[in-house]
Nanobody, 121 residues
Framework: QLQLVEYGGGLVQPGGSLRLSCAAS????????SGWFRQAPGKEREGVSC????????YYADSVKGGFTISRNNAKNTLYLQMGSLRPEDSGVYYC??????????????WGQGTQVTVSS
C-alpha cells in the first residue's frame, strides 16, 4: 500500500504562484510514475502533469505548458508542482496520484485526498 498526502493548496490571485507538495509513505521503494490531477466543479478529473521515478521527460497537459513545473525528490519521497501565471480556470481540487505510466485517471493506482486551489481576485 502507498499513502499520499498533499500540501500547499489555498487562495491565490490571478497571475500568482503556488507550490503543491505530495508526501508518499508506504511502499515507496517501488519504481512508479507520479502525477498531479485536478477536478473543477462539474468537470471530469484531468491529468495535469506526470513524471516517472527516473525523472524522464515529464508530461504536461496543453493547458498548463509553460506555466507549471513538476518535479520529485526520490530521497524525500516527495512530489512537487510549481504553478505560475495562475488563472481562474486553474481552480479546482488537485490530487496527487501514482499512475501506471499513462497520465490519465483510468490508469491511477493510488490517489491522495486532494487539496483545494482557488484562483480569484
Amino acid at each position: 500500500q502507498l499513502q499520499l498526502v498533499e500540501y500547499g493548496g489555498g487562495l491565490v490571485q490571478p497571475g500568482g504562484s503556488l507550490r503543491l507538495s505530495c508526501a508518499a509513505s508506504g511502499h515507496t521503494s517501488d519504481g512508479y510514475t507520479s502525477g498531479w490531477f485536478r477536478q473543477a466543479p462539474g468537470k471530469e478529473r484531468e491529468g495535469v502533469s506526470c513524471i516517472s521515478r527516473a525523472n524522464s521527460v515529464p508530461y504536461y497537459a496543453d493547458s498548463v505548458k509553460g506555466g507549471f513545473t513538476i518535479s520529485r525528490n526520490n530521497a524525500k519521497n516527495t512530489l512537487y508542482l510549481q504553478m505560475g501565471s495562475l488563472r481562474p480556470e486553474d481552480s479546482g481540487v488537485y490530487y496527487c496520484a501514482v499512475v501506471a505510466n499513462v497520465c490519465h485517471r483510468d490508469y491511477v493506482d493510488y490517489w491522495g485526498q486532494g487539496t483545494q486551489v482557488t484562483v480569484s481576485s
